[in-house]
Each structure stands twice: as structure tokens, then as C-alpha cells.
């Protein structure tokens, strides 16, 4: 890791950030009843768990391909390469720099633009954005958020959920319309913008202008359409991971619902938007444990004892041993399985991360 990266402000407010998080999610924590817990975990489903993670990576490849082939024609075990390869160095490099080492990678393997590569995945990225708002309405829809936890709060989850699916569909038709209509589309937001100071009017248009030139990969509505479908693909086998994970705890408690599943997804999402440091460590355990505990919470209100299997007073250690679980299935495998075909590819790593930091600054 170079010294300007030691020397950067946001290195460190991500490492704070972790830390700060990681002392919440543990605080209090029985660590011999953690151990306890974890020990009791069942190797077979977290073999299994592993398998599934690994199919949802290649469902993610095959939507890159995808988009990708605006670029140039990839074959998929190389698109699922650098996917991997971009996740490996997202785990060991500062500042989210997986993303454009994956651009950089795959145009370095492949004799491609990186420009051009890492708009593929800005596409990747604006319609995960709105799955993830997709996936948040749906969870605030139905999930039975207990009146003991959040009070008040609960109906406004409820209120919150109907106005995300709107957003939702505001969103999928705005982008269709950029896509059908970009030109108009530039000539508008260029006019809106026309009113703020120039400094303000430079960055917001150049944001919005990158946003719209992401989009123009795409040339068509359908195409629009079929990648909407393959991101919902991406989210659905998110999903199995999180339910067999669950199962290696054999406990009623940890057997999660579909609504239960949606929920730990979007407490993901939710805690890999946080700035952190690498991995997304802390963040991922202090909100993913919370997110367990309210499920647990919720089926003892309905069941008692029996419902959950599991003492009230322990939750937050089962909550924790789920975290630290799933987070390590993720650390281990994108982190082992990219690091192997990183050994072989004939990249240096060096150069790699050397490249996406100046291909970043560029960017930025």
C-alpha cells in the first residue's frame, strides 16, 4: 500500500469509522457465549452457503457480460475473472478501489478501453442502486417491524415502504427515458442547472452528464428491461446465501422467512454504503447483528421461547455469530478465490492498484 494512501484523510475516517463500529457491535457481548454459539455451527451448511455464493458471483458476471459487450465481446470465465479479481482487491485496497481495479484488470486482460470498461460497471452500479431501493420498499412493506423496538417508528417504515416503490418506478421510467431520449434529456438538466453558481453547476452537471453517458451504453428500452431482470437476478440468489447461513445455526430462530431474508439483504446494503475500511468490516457486523436481533425479536413477541430456540438474553451474541459468519463467507471467498487467479493471470498487483488510483483521480 503506498504512502499517499497512509496520507489520505479518507484511509483513516474509514479505519475510525470500523473501529467505532466494531466496539459498538461487540460491547457488551458474552464472548464466551459467542464462542458457544459459533462453535455449534454446522460445517455442511456453510459449505453450502459457499457454493451458493460463488452462483450468485457468476450471475453477476453474466449481467457484466451483458452490459460489456457494447465494449467488446468477453467470454464469461472471463468476465467472472475479473469479477472476482475486482471483490479481492475491493477486501485489500483502500478507498472502494476494487471497482476500478476491475476495470483496469479486465482492460488490461482483454486489450480494452478502461474508460469504457469501468462505464460498464457505473451501469452496474446505477441499477444496483435502484434494486436496492426496490428491495428496501418491499422490506419496509413487509416486514413486521415490533412496536416494542421502534414505537411510533413502525407505521412511518410502513409509510416509507409505499413511497420507496413510487421512487422506484419514477426511477425505471426516468431511465427509460434518458435511454430513448438522451440528447433532450442533457439539454434539459443543462437548463435546471443554469440557475446555480457556476461552481455548483460544473459538478452537478458533469455528475449528471456521466450519469446519462453510463446509461448510453444501452441502446434500446428492451435492453433497459432485460437488465433490470438480470440485477433482480443478482439480488434473488443474494438470498440464498443469507437463508442457508441461517440454517447452520439449527435454531427456530435462525430459520429466516422470505421477509426475514429481504430484510438482513437490505441491512447489508445498507451497512456496505457506510464509509469503512476494506471488507466493510464493523459496519457489516454492528448492523447485520442489530437486523438479527430484531428478526429474534419479532418471532419471540409472536411465539415465546419456542419461536426462537434461543434465550432472549442471548440474542445479541447470536445476532453477532451470524455477522461474523456471513461476513467471513464473503472475506473468504472473494478474497481466496480472486487472489488464486490473480497468482496466475500474469498481473502485477502493484501496477494494478498504481493504475485504478490514477484511473480514480481521473475519474474524480
Request: charged residues 15%; glycine residues 8%; hydrophobic residues 55%.
Amino acid at each position: 500500500m503506498s504512502d499517499s494512501v497512509f496520507k489520505s484523510g479518507k484511509f483513516w475516517i474509514g479505519i475510525a469509522i470500523s473501529a467505532l463500529f466494531l466496539y459498538v457491535a461487540f460491547r457488551g457481548i458474552d464472548f464466551q457465549a459467542l464462542l458457544n454459539v459459533i462453535s455449534r455451527v454446522n460445517p455442511w451448511w456453510i459449505l453450502a452457503a459457499i457454493g451458493l455464493y460463488i452462483f450468485n458471483l457468476c450471475v453477476r458476471a453474466i449481467r457484466w457480460q451483458y452490459i460489456f459487450r457494447h465494449v467488446k465481446p468477453v467470454k464469461f470465465r472471463g468476465m467472472l475473472e475479473a469479477t472476482l479479481v475486482g471483490y479481492f482487491a475491493n477486501n485489500v485496497l483502500p478507498m472502494r478501489l476494487g471497482e476500478v481495479a476491475r476495470a483496469v484488470y479486465v482492460g488490461q486482460r482483454e486489450g480494452c478501453d478502461k474508460s469504457a470498461s469501468l462505464g460498464t460497471i457505473a451501469v452496474e452500479r446505477i441499477f444496483d442502486v435502484l434494486m436496492a431501493v426496490v428491495v428496501l420498499a418491499i422490506t419496509f412493506v413487509v416486514f413486521p417491524f415490533p412496536e416494542e423496538v421502534l414505537g411510533e417508528w413502525t407505521e412511518y417504515f410502513k409509510i416509507a415502504g409505499q413511497g420507496f416503490v413510487i421512487v422506484s418506478a419514477v426511477g425505471f421510467i426516468t431511465m427509460f427515458v434518458m435511454v430513448k431520449k438522451r440528447d433532450w434529456t442533457l439539454k434539459l438538466i443543462d437548463r435546471i442547472l443554469s440557475f446555480l453558481p457556476d461552481k455548483g453547476r460544473k459538478t452537478a452537471g458533469r455528475l449528471a452528464h456521466s450519469f446519462i453517458d453510463g446509461l448510453a451504453i444501452l441502446s434500446s428500452p428492451l435492453e433497459l428491461l432485460v437488465l433490470f431482470v438480470l440485477t433482480a437476478a443478482v439480488w434473488l440468489t443474494n438470498l440464498w446465501p443469507i437463508y442457508v447461513s441461517g440454517l447452520a445455526f439449527a435454531a427456530p430462530g435462525m430459520k429466516f422467512g422470505a421477509e426475514d431474508q429481504l430484510f438482513l439483504l437490505t441491512a447489508g446494503a445498507v451497512a456496505a454504503a457506510i464509509p469503512a475500511s476494506p471488507g466493510f468490516v464493523g459496519t457489516f457486523h454492528f448492523v447485520t447483528k442489530k437486523a438479527v436481533e430484531i428478526i429474534l425479536i419479532v418471532k419471540f413477541a409472536e411465539g415465546g421461547i419456542a419461536a426462537t430456540g434461543i434465550d432472549p438474553a442471548l440474542f445479541g451474541e447470536w445476532g453477532l455469530s451470524f455477522a461474523v459468519l456471513i461476513h467471513g463467507l464473503y472475506i473468504l471467498t472473494t478474497t481466496t478465490s480472486g487472489a488464486i487467479i490473480f497468482m496466475f493471470s500474469g498481473v502485477s498487483f502493484r501496477s494494478l492498484k498504481n493504475e485504478a488510483q490514477i484511473v480514480k483521480n481521473e475519474e474524480e
